[in-house]
Structures are given as structure tokens and as C-alpha cells.
């Protein structure tokens, strides 16, 4: 069985190996005994490339940190945290934590313990799932053997998520342990245990005692997941979703009306996410999937001739896009402006495959997504969902049209990422004047008339018009000997 085998010689790469080699003489030299322990352990038991490494020992994790150190060429820097016990160094492209085993106590109001030095036997109950209990002997005498008291190596094989002890004592002691079971379903494609997840369910208020930045943190690493509805689906059903993102929440269930009933909105963003994962790693893309329909329980209405109808919700979901960003605790910066911008523009390409398409409306779709166009195309494309496959068929068909017609318009117009050949200053220049609405007004009517095909995309052009506008509010240009 694999819990009796050399683990080191089984799941590690010989760089692992040399690394807890150089732990363990330390450790042997100050006769104490040593474990890799946790999240490693687990992965290198899943074939998972793992950086993180963490050290447990009978000891004081601060100064075995410091002997391994100095047996390391070059010597990485030790950073430590007396309060806690704890060391850190990075080497060899390899974070190593070290820590003494210690055992636990919680009060209500907190998920910070109360920690006293412990067994390995007590570090090892304190843990959050069984899965990262397992840890690697590094004594010389049972060097690689796996120490499993919780049959973690089951629950691997089974791809099972349960705890250690009682998952209400768990869960109510740090509440954030929901998250966790949560992100590692999503992650892993296990199944957490029922009576685990009913746990999760009965204490899911507690959530409320953790930082927005950690459960961000969380629900960051469930987005990032091969199939991220796993998580949202797990959370939403364990009710912990309504104490962080009820907006989300608010897109849940169908309403019916004369037998007329829209789409579960919850669903299928969770559907247009798992499409944007599959076509793209990129984190705030996905942020964009989990947005783009989120002003649609602001703006829905039931118009008798038309059934439901969510009129505007892009340009609602685009002004609530920077309130959840602030609530929570997501970037306030590019990446909100991103995922604002792509939730304003997202039905825009999927509405020119449903009419005949000008080179104008192309045009104007270029210039308004500008460099984030093929972002854009990928949630739009995603956003193309039915049980039907003949009309999700359809839709595909004509989305490729579009981006076709659109491949060619760019080709020709160069529209993409373009700027306006006049800009503000040449008109000021052009007419002495300061800042103000005129210059706004000429700006914006040479812009509108390039992207219109009025005038081509020329200077000349573009300054021709620029003159014409201009006469229109009595502006003439400077002698040039003013200039």
C-alpha cells in the first residue's frame, strides 16, 4: 500500500527530495523530529507540481529554519515571526514554511486561535480536511513514510472532502474552512462529504466574522478553477453566497407570467463562466462572465406583447460594476475599468449577428473595444447559450459572420486601437481657444463622421470638417503669423 512505501522516492522530484534531505539532517542534528505536512504532501499525492512547502516539528520551527538555512548555498534570508512561532525562506524556486506543532483553542467572536505548543498528533487534528492532514516523516528511521491518522489517503482515492474532527467544531472555529472545502471541490472536482456540507450549511452565518479580503481571496482561486461553477454552485446551495455577493444571489429563479418565463439568470451565468474558462485563463475576463447579466434583476419587466424583457441592463450592470469591485475588496483600478467596459459592450457583437451588418456598426464596435476586442469576442461568443443545439448553432454561425465582416473591416479602416486624426488640441491650437464644450462638440462630430463612413479617415479630411463645425459657433482659424 502507498502508506507503506518510501513516499520521497514515489512523489517527489530528486530538487524536493535534496531539500527535505537538508531538513531533516538539521532537524536530526538538533534531535527533534520533523514532517512535511499539508497542502504538499497532498499534491505531490495527486501529481500536482507544488512550491509551497511546510514544515512541522517538535521543536522551534524558528531556529530549524535557520540551521537548513545555513546548510543552503546561497544561504536564502530567513524572515520569522516570533508571535507565531514561524519562519519562512525562499530556495530554489521553493517557499518553505516552518513551524513547531502546536494544538488550538478558539473563542466565538474570532477565527484566530489561541495556540499553545502541541504533538504532531494535535497539529494534525487542527487541520481543516483530511486531505492536507497527511504528513511525511523525516526522521531517519522512517524517512518517507506517510503519517495518516485520518485515512486522508482514502479520501484522496475517493476524491472526498471531510474533516478531521466534528465539521461543526471545525467550521465554527474558522469559518473560512467553508471556503476552503468550497474552492477545493472546484479545484480538485471532489465531492465534499453530506454530512460535511450540511455542516457547512448550519454555520454558514459565521462567514461573516472573516475579512472580505480573505473570502475574496477564496473566491478568486474558485473563478481561476478548470470549471468554476463548481464553486459558485456549491456556494449559492450552501447559502453562504448571500452574506458576500447577494447580487448575485438576486439572479437566481425564473419567474412565469401568463406561461411566459424567463431564463434561471443564475444559471446561466454559471454556464457563460464555465465557457469563458474553457476559452480563457484570464482572471478579470471571468469576472467579466460572472457580471455581464448582473443588472438584469434591476431592469426586468413584463411587457405583454414581449414576455420578460431586461431592457439596459449592460449599462446598469456597467455603473453596479464598480460598487462590487469596492464591496468586494477587488481592484479599484484597470481591471475594474476592464470588466466594466466589457459588461457594457457584451451584447453588442451578438446583436450585429442578428441584423445586416454595416461597416459602420463595425466600426463603431472597434473603436469602442479598442485593444480588449478579442476579450470582448470571447465573452460574447460564451454568452451563446441554449439547451437547443440547433439554435446555439445558429447563433455560432452568424457570430462567425460578424467576425468576419469585422476582420475585414479592420483591415481596411484600421479602426482598431485608432485615434481621431483631429484631436483636442489641434482644434485649440487651431482656433485660440481654451478647454470647453466648442472644442468637445468639433472633436466629437469629426469622430462620429469617420466612424459613420462620412468622411474617410484622413487628416485632411478630418481638418476639412474640423473647419466646417467650427464656422457653425463663428470660430475662424488664426492667421498664421498670430500662430
Known amino acids: 500500500m502507498l502508506a507503506l512505501r518510501p513516499m520521497l522516492e514515489i512523489v517527489c522530484t530528486k530538487e524536493e527530495r535534496q531539500l527535505l534531505e ?3 539532517e538539521a532537524a536530526a542534528a538538533q534531535n527533534i523530529a520533523c514532517y512535511a505536512i499539508g497542502g504538499f504532501v497532498r499534491d505531490k499525492l495527486l501529481h500536482r507540481k507544488s512550491k509551497d512547502i511546510d514544515i512541522v516539528c517538535a521543536g522551534n520551527g524558528i531556529d ?21 512561532g514561524t519562519a519562512h525562506f525562499h530556495f530554489r524556486n521553493f517557499d518553505v514554511e516552518f513551524v513547531g506543532a502546536r494544538k488550538e483553542s478558539y473563542a466565538a467572536h474570532t477565527r484566530k486561535p489561541e495556540v499553545s505548543q502541541g504533538s504532531l498528533e494535535e497539529d494534525q487534528q487542527r487541520r481543516d480536511f483530511t486531505i492536507n492532514a497527511m504528513a511525511i516523516d523525516l526522521r531517519a528511521s522512517n524517512f518517507g513514510k506517510l503519517v495518516d491518522p485520518f485515512n486522508g489517503l482514502d479520501d484522496l482515492e475517493n476524491k472526498t472532502i471531510r474533516t478531521p474532527l466534528d465539521p461543526d467544531i471545525t467550521f465554527s472555529d474558522d469559518p473560512l474552512r467553508m471556503m476552503r472545502a468550497i474552492r477545493f471541490a472546484s479545484q480538485l472536482h471532489f465531492s465534499i462529504l453530506p454530512e460535511t456540507f450540511e455542516a457547512i450549511k448550519r454555520n454558514a452565518e459565521r462567514i461573516k466574522i472573516v475579512s472580505q479580503e480573505r473570502i475574496t481571496d477564496e473566491l478568486n482561486k474558485i473563478m481561476l478553477s478548470k470549471k468554476p461553477s463548481i464553486g459558485f454552485d456549491l456556494l449559492f446551495r450552501a447559502g453562504l453566497l448571500p452574506f458576500f455577493f447577494p ?6 429563479g425564473a419567474e412565469y407570467i401568463d406561461g411566459k418565463g424567463h431564463k434561471d439568470n443564475f444559471y446561466h451565468t454559471l454556464q457563460v463562466l464555465d465557457n469563458v474558462a474553457y476559452r480563457s485563463n484570464d ?3 471571468r469576472w467579466a462572465a460572472v457580471l455581464h447579466d448582473i443588472g438584469k434583476p434591476a431592469t426586468k419587466k413584463f411587457e405583454a406583447t414581449h414576455g420578460w424583457t431586461f431592457h439596459g441592463h449592460e449599462v446598469v450592470g456597467e455603473r453596479m460594476t464598480p460598487k462590487i469591485f469596492k464591496q468586494l475588496r477587488l481592484p479599484l483600478n484597470d481591471k475594474m475599468k476592464f470588466v466594466a467596459k466589457m459588461v457594457a459592450l457584451h451584447l453588442r457583437p451578438i446583436s450585429l449577428s442578428k441584423e445586416e451588418v454595416t461597416d459602420s456598426a463595425m466600426r463603431r464596435l472597434l473603436f469602442d473595444a479598442g485593444e480588449d476586442l478579442d476579450a470582448l469576442m470571447i465573452l460574447c461568443e460564451s454568452d451563446i447559450t441554449s439547451k437547443n443545439k440547433y439554435k446555439v448553432q445558429k447563433y455560432l454561425d452568424n457570430f462567425q459572420h460578424v467576425k468576419e465582416r469585422m476582420m475585414a473591416v479592420e483591415e481596411k479602416d484600421k479602426i482598431r486601437n485608432w485615434q481621431p486624426p483631429i484631436t483636442g488640441e489641434i482644434i485649440m491650437q487651431t482656433f485660440n481657444l481654451p478647454p470647453s464644450r466648442e472644442v468637445g462638440f468639433i472633436k466629437t462630430a469629426v469622430r462620429e463622421a469617420i466612424l459613420d463612413g462620412i468622411i474617410e479617415n484622413s487628416y485632411e479630411a478630418a481638418f476639412s470638417l474640423m473647419l466646417q463645425k467650427a464656422a457653425a459657433f463663428g470660430l475662424k482659424p488664426m492667421d498664421r503669423l498670430e500662430k
Open 283 to 285: 482572471l478579470w475576463l
Open 64 to 84: 530549524l529554519a535557520h540551521a537548513v538555512a545555513d546548510q543552503c548555498h546561497p544561504r536564502p534570508k530567513v524572515s520569522f515571526f516570533k508571535n507565531f
Open 22 to 24: 537538508l531538513v531533516a
Open 247 to 252: 447580487q448575485m444571489v438576486d439572479l437566481a
